[in-house]
C-alpha cells in the first residue's frame, strides 16, 4: 500500500520560505514521478514542479524563480522549498505519485497540509 504523508510548518511569514516535505511509504521515489500540486482557496490545482525518478527536476513556469524540489533517496522523501512567500501562496499542499500512465495521471495522493502565508 503506498502512502504519502505531507508536513512542514502551517504558518509562514511573508518574505520567508515555504518548505515542505513528501515522506512516501509503500514504493520508492526512485521508481515513479512525483508531483507537489496546490490548491488555493476557492481555486483550481495548480501543479509546481515534479521530481522525476531519475531526480531531474521542472516546475511550473510561473514559480520557476521561486521553486526548489530535492530529495533524500535514503529516507524515501522529498521535499519542496518556495522562497519569498506572500499571502497569494496560502493554498493546500499536496504530494503524488504519478501512475502507470504517466504524464499528470496521479494514482496516489498526500492528504495534503494546508498553508497559510501571514504576518
Known amino acids: 500500500q503506498v502512502q504519502l504523508q505531507e508536513s512542514g510548518p502551517g504558518l509562514v511569514k511573508p518574505s520567508q520560505t515555504l518548505s515542505l516535505t513528501c515522506t512516501v511509504s509503500g514504493g520508492s521515489i526512485t521508481t515513479n514521478n512525483y508531483f507537489w500540486i496546490r490548491q488555493p482557496p476557492g481555486k483550481g490545482l495548480e501543479w509546481i514542479g515534479c521530481i522525476a525518478s531519475s531526480g531531474y527536476t521542472f516546475y511550473t513556469p510561473s514559480l520557476k524563480s521561486r521553486t526548489s524540489i530535492s530529495r533524500d533517496t535514503s529516507k524515501n522523501q522529498f521535499t519542496l522549498q518556495l522562497s519569498s512567500v506572500t499571502p497569494e501562496d496560502t493554498a493546500v499542499y499536496y504530494c503524488?505519485?504519478?501512475?502507470?500512465?504517466?504524464?499528470?495521471?496521479?494514482?496516489?495522493w498526500g492528504q495534503g497540509t494546508q498553508v497559510t502565508v501571514s504576518s
Open positions: 503524488a505519485r504519478v501512475g502507470p500512465q504517466g504524464g499528470t495521471q496521479f494514482d496516489y
